[in-house]
Each structure stands twice: as structure tokens, then as C-alpha cells.
């Protein structure tokens, strides 16, 4: 089958559907890969893509801006899929772009290709005939809930992309295309040429973020390039786009500032923010030892050509969905209980958590590991640890070979974290780690309740890679988050077999007065979890699905029906492990 790829993201993302691409080649299909015109280049890095058609986003949308003609670009929209069609003759169209207007297209494109005029065969992301979105399955539901408030969701964004896609039963493969030969003799010339001969070799710094606030402060990153230097004779290599110039021009000024000052040699560093193109980015990346990053598309790069990463996640930015799809990187995030902050709202404590993580902390890290030695897990009393949470990634075994409860896991080699700084006995890990135990089975229904965790698992010393309950023991919670949650499930349990009366009971005597009181109660539901700090995604999960019922009585109450039963699994195994 020609499947038609539409994802509409930015770079990182665009890169992160590498394992998809490959799902989806391994399940027999080719591929077609629609994208937006200014990340085409970031297409040409996946491996097994067969077609890739550009989206001119920016000149469609100049159509309807005001002095602009509709229509014009109505018929410029329809002219480019008549030529997709052409070039590349899709029988289906997987969407993974959540927005109305990534809906839109896929619509459209589905019914252009086999599928005829009707909407043809289009998963994922879609609308019904009357305009309304729907989504495919739960895992794209709480894909799309996950991508409104990033940060509240326990799996990673590449898992998310391969449940969504129908490809989580295929071994996970984030290999991006490797770099030409020529490509790379010529970044390694060109490195080579601007360091000093006595080098070690390079060591790459991403210094910008998407926002301010993600960034780690530039003099943080230029004591660390001077450690690097002195006490490793590792050149540091500054990457980024044309817009981050000035950042690497603050770093240089600080390197310079400090020679000056203390009477040491002058730290090399070579700049080449705003100076490579994507496939020289890529080449450069793989003469590297290590990239210290923000929470970047580079990150996801280096990591896709198996490059080992430090990576620094401030402000909204987690590591449990965003961090890169690589097995032994590093992943810090400030060891403050206001992390991460919620996304829209002003910081209360004047971003503090960009300062808290020393440079000092992040070269004994790089050091351990660029010394062969690995990741190093260090004493969670030392004070340096207590600057930071510090995660090594790995990838969990065949959950469905290893897990004893009633229902196979779904899901093959999901991505997890695993703490070298003692943080897994902390509310928040077993809390994300119970997030991903109920999730896992609930989204992927098949009619029964999600179990309860197995006894088994959650003795002193359960098997090794097991990702649902960590190696350091049982997810127990303490007393007082453990009678928050109980709270929140009792009421919710409640509210979902209240709605079950009050839907059968509009069944046999529709009325204004039960249907009112019907909705009452919905409403009431989405309050509860939307005002929570533990059920926040399950609010925007319940909010995707019950919007995707489309009204129809039964499917709101088999919903509801299905909910019941993860709150009652939840709560069950909370009221027994008190």
C-alpha cells in the first residue's frame, strides 16, 4: 500500500516520526511524506521516506490575509494536491498533525487519492463529514491531548507518533539518514581547520531554545566550554540557527573575558551558529563526542545519528515526552518542585530554574561519560545532586514477554528514564510511572478494565528493564498524594456511574429536564479532572473522546463506561497499597 505521511510540525518533531517511517516500511507499506516547504530540507534526513512532497504553507496563507484572494488560494491548494496525486498515487493518508488545519489537508488529500471523494481511507488526525474531529483510535486521542498541554504527558513523543501511526508493535528504529561521505570529509576539514593541533577532540553546545526561559544561561555553557578546553583538550563546537547568532557571540566575549582575567590560555571555540546547512549540521554532529544541549531540534538530530547527548530541560520542557529517542543519554532537569511549570503562566520565582544547574555538574557528567566510564550515579545527598534530576535513557524490554499482570502491555520498546540522582523514590517518578502503567492498557482497549499492577511487580526486586515499576522499588506513593488521588477517583467514580443512570434513564424518558441533567454531569467530570494536578491530561483526554462521540448518546456512555473502569482499576490498586 502507498501510505501518504502528513505531518506539519517543526524540525525536532518532523525528525522524531523517523521510527514511524520505519514501522510502516516494516509493515509493508511505501511511504509519501507531506511536510511544510521550510523544513523539506529536515525530510531529506529520514531514512525509508520514498516521496516527499513540500507544503508552501506561507504562500497559500498569503491568500487569505487581508488584501489577498481566497480564491486564488483555494485553487493553488487544489492544483498542488492534483500534482501530489500525480507524482505520488496514495491508497491511504496517515495524519499525525492535530491542528484543524493539518485536519483539513488530510481530508482533502484522502479524498484525492484512491479512496475516492468521501474522505477515503484517512487515520489519525481527521474530520467527519460535518466538520468535526475526529481521531482514529484512543492512542491519537491522547496524542492530540498530550500535544495541548506538553509536559503532562509520562510517554515519549515518539511513542506516541508509533502507537498513533498503528506501528507499536514493530521494534522502535530512530536511525536517521547518515550524512555522504564527501559530507563528512568535508565538516571534518573544515573542524579540523580551526582547531588547535594539540585537540582531543569536539564536544557540540546547542545554546538557544524555542524560548528564553528554556535556555541555559549562556555563562554557564562558556564555564563549561572552558573546562572542556583546559581540563580535556576538547574543542567546543557552537551549533544553532542564523537567529542565535548573538548568543555565540556572548559565549566567545565570555571566554575571551575570563582569559583575560585569570591569566589562562585562550579556550578555542568554533562558531558555526547560522553557518551550516541541515545536511552539514548533520555531518558535523557525527564528528562529535558529545552534544550539550537544550531541549532542541539538534537534540533530536544527534540523537537520530547516534550521537550521545547531555541534554539541560528548563521552564515547560520535561524529559519523559520530549527527551531525545536514544538509548544512554543524559537528561537533567532542575530538582525543584515547581518543574516543569505550566505552559501560559508567568514564573513566580524569576526563573530560577534556569540558574539552579551548575556548569560544574554538567562537566563531572560529561567528564564520567567521556571518559568511557559512563553516566555517572552519584550520592543524592551531595550537593551538586540536589541541583538536579538526572535521568539516563534506555529502552524497556518486550513489556508483553515480561509483565504478569492479567493484560499484555501494549506497546513494543517504549523509551524510559531511569535516575542516576535518586529521584525515583520521589511522588512525581512513581507517579509518572503509575501514569504509564494504566494509560498504556487503557488506550489500548479491548474491552476489558486496565488491571492492577500484578503483586510481582512490585516486590524490592523486580525484573530487570521493566520499566512499569523501577528497579528501586514498588510505586508507592506517600500517604498524602496517595489520599489526593483517592479523592479525585472516588468523585470520579461517582460522577461516571452517576452519568451511567442518568444515560439510561434519558433513553427510556427523553426530556429537556434529563437531558440537562445528563450534561450537568459531564460538565461536571471535565471540571474535576481539568482542575486537577494528578488527572490534567485525563481532562484533555476525556475532552478528545467525548467530542469525538459526536453526541450519539450510546457512544458518550460506552465512553464513560470505559472510563469508569480505569478509574476503578486506579483506584483499587491505590486503596490497596495504602
Keep these: 500500500m502507498n501510505l501518504l505521511l502528513v505531518n506539519l510540525t517543526r524540525f525536532g518533531d518532523l525528525l522524531q516520526t523517523q521510527p514511524v517511517v520505519h514501522g510502516l516500511r516494516a509493515q509493508g507499506h511505501r511511504v509519501g511524506l507531506v511536510c511544510l516547504e521550510n523544513f523539506a530540507g529536515a525530510a531529506a534526513l529520514l531514512e525509508g521516506?520514498?516521496?516527499?512532497v513540500a507544503l508552501p504553507g506561507s504562500a497559500l496563507l498569503a491568500g487569505v490575509q487581508p488584501g489577498g484572494d481566497w480564491r486564488v488560494c483555494t485553487a493553488g491548494l487544489m492544483t498542488w494536491a492534483d500534482r501530489l496525486h500525480s507524482a505520488y498515487a496514495h491508497d491511504a493518508?496517515?495524519?499525525?498533525?492535530?491542528?484543524?488545519?493539518?485536519?483539513?489537508?488530510a481530508r482533502l488529500l484522502a479524498g484525492n487519492g484512491g479512496g475516492?471523494?468521501?474522505?477515503?481511507?484517512?487515520?489519525?488526525?481527521?474530520?467527519?463529514?460535518?466538520?468535526?474531529?475526529?481521531?482514529?483510535?484512543?492512542?491519537?486521542?491522547?496524542?492530540?491531548?498530550?500535544?495541548?498541554?506538553?509536559?503532562?504527558?509520562?510517554?515519549?513523543?515518539?511513542?506516541?507518533?508509533?502507537?498513533?501511526?498503528?506501528?507499536?508493535?514493530?521494534?522502535?528504529?530512530?536511525a536517521l539518514r547518515a550524512p555522504l561521505p564527501d559530507a563528512l570529509a568535508e565538516a571534518g576539514a573544515r573542524l579540523a581547520q580551526a582547531a588547535p593541533p594539540d585537540h582531543a577532540g569536539y564536544v557540540a553546545m546547542q545554546l538557544g531554545a524555542s524560548e528564553e526561559r528554556r535556555r541555559w544561561p549562556v555563562a554557564h555553557f562558556a564555564a563549561l566550554a572552558a573546562r572542556l578546553w583546559r581540563e580535556l583538550r576538547l574543542v567546543p563546537v557552537l551549533l544553532g540557527a542564523g537567529g542565535e547568532r548573538k548568543l555565540g557571540e556572548r559565549l566567545r566575549a565570555a571566554l575571551a573575558e575570563d582569559a583575560a582575567t585569570t591569566g589562562a590560555d585562550q579556550v578555542p571555540c568554533i562558531d558555526l551558529i547560522g553557518a551550516t546547512s541541515l545536511p552539514q549540521l548533520a555531518a558535523t554532529l557525527r564528528?562529535?563526542?558529545?552534544?550539550?544541549?537544550?531541549?532542541?531540534?539538534?537534540?533530536?538530530?544527534?540523537?537520530?545519528?547516534?550521537?550521545?547527548?547531555?541534554?539541560?530541560?528548563?521552564?515547560?520542557?520535561?524529559?519523559?515526552?520530549?527527551?531525545?529517542?536514544?538509548?544512554?543519554?543524559?537528561?537533567?532537569?532542575?530538582?525543584?518542585?515547581?518543574?516543569?511549570?505550566?505552559?501560559?503562566?508567568?514564573?513566580?520565582?524569576?526563573?530560577?530554574?534556569?540558574?539552579?544547574?551548575?556548569?560544574?555538574?554538567?562537566?563531572?557528567?560529561?567528564?564520567?561519560?567521556?571518559?568511557?566510564?559512563?553516566?555517572?550515579q552519584g550520592d543524592p545527598t551531595a550537593g551538586a545532586l540536589r541541583e538536579?534530576?538526572?535521568?539516563?535513557?534506555?529502552?524497556?524490554?518486550?513489556?508483553?514477554?515480561?509483565?504478569?499482570a492479567s493484560l499484555p502491555m501494549p506497546g513494543r520498546g517504549f523509551m524510559d528514564l531511569v535516575s542516576l540522582s535518586g529521584h525515583e523514590d520521589e511522588d512525581r517518578t512513581r507517579w509518572i510511572r503509575l501514569q504509564r502503567h494504566f494509560y498504556r492498557q487503557f488506550l489500548d482497549r479491548s474491552g476489558s478494565r486496565p488491571a492492577a499492577p500484578h503483586p510481582a511487580e512490585q516486590t524490592a526486586e523486580p525484573r530487570s528493564g521493566h520499566s512499569l515499576w523501577p528497579p528501586q522499588g514498588p510505586c508507592v506513593l506517600s500517604d498524602a498524594v496517595r489520599a489526593r488521588?483517592?479523592?479525585?477517583?472516588?468523585?470520579?467514580?461517582?460522577?461516571?456511574?452517576?452519568?451511567?443512570?442518568?444515560?439510561?434513564?434519558?433513553?427510556?424518558?427523553?426530556?429537556?429536564?434529563?437531558?440537562?441533567?445528563?450534561?450537568?454531569?459531564?460538565?461536571?467530570?471535565?471540571?474535576?479532572?481539568?482542575?486537577s494536578g494528578l488527572f490534567n491530561v485525563l481532562g484533555h483526554l476525556w475532552l478528545c473522546e467525548s467530542q469525538g462521540a459526536g453526541g450519539a448518546l450510546d457512544s458518550v456512555l460506552a465512553l464513560a463506561a470505559a472510563y469508569r473502569g480505569l478509574v476503578r482499576a486506579w483506584l483499587a490498586h491505590l486503596e490497596a497499597s495504602a
Design 287 to 376: 564528528h562529535m563526542r558529545l552534544l550539550v544541549t537544550n531541549d532542541t531540534g539538534t537534540m533530536h538530530l544527534a540523537a537520530g545519528l547516534d550521537v550521545p547527548v547531555l541534554a539541560i530541560f528548563l521552564a515547560t520542557a520535561q524529559p519523559w515526552d520530549t527527551g531525545p529517542y536514544r538509548e544512554d543519554c543524559c537528561c537533567l532537569e532542575p530538582a525543584l518542585d515547581c518543574h516543569p511549570c505550566p505552559f501560559g503562566a508567568p514564573c513566580p520565582h524569576a526563573e530560577r530554574c534556569r540558574h539552579v544547574i551548575s556548569a560544574a555538574t554538567v562537566f563531572d557528567l560529561a567528564r564520567s561519560q567521556l571518559a568511557a566510564e559512563g553516566w555517572p
Design 485 to 531: 488521588a483517592v479523592d479525585e477517583l472516588r468523585q470520579a467514580d461517582a460522577l461516571l456511574h452517576l452519568m451511567g443512570e442518568q444515560g439510561g434513564l434519558l433513553k427510556v424518558r427523553p426530556s429537556d429536564m434529563a437531558k440537562s441533567r445528563f450534561l450537568g454531569t459531564v460538565g461536571r467530570v471535565q471540571a474535576l479532572w481539568d482542575n
Design 116 to 174: 475516492g471523494g468521501d474522505g477515503g481511507d484517512l487515520r489519525g488526525f481527521g474530520l467527519d463529514p460535518f466538520g468535526f474531529g475526529v481521531n482514529a483510535d484512543p492512542w491519537s486521542a491522547f496524542l492530540q491531548a498530550s500535544t495541548r498541554q506538553r509536559g503532562c504527558s509520562p510517554f515519549n513523543l515518539v511513542d506516541l507518533f508509533r502507537m498513533a501511526a498503528g506501528v507499536g508493535g514493530v521494534d522502535p528504529v530512530y
Design 49 to 52: 521516506v520514498d516521496h516527499v
Design 388 to 404: 538536579a534530576r538526572v535521568w539516563r535513557s534506555l529502552r524497556e524490554a518486550d513489556p508483553a514477554a515480561l509483565s504478569t
Design 93 to 105: 493518508v496517515l495524519n499525525l498533525t492535530a491542528t484543524l488545519g493539518g485536519r483539513l489537508l
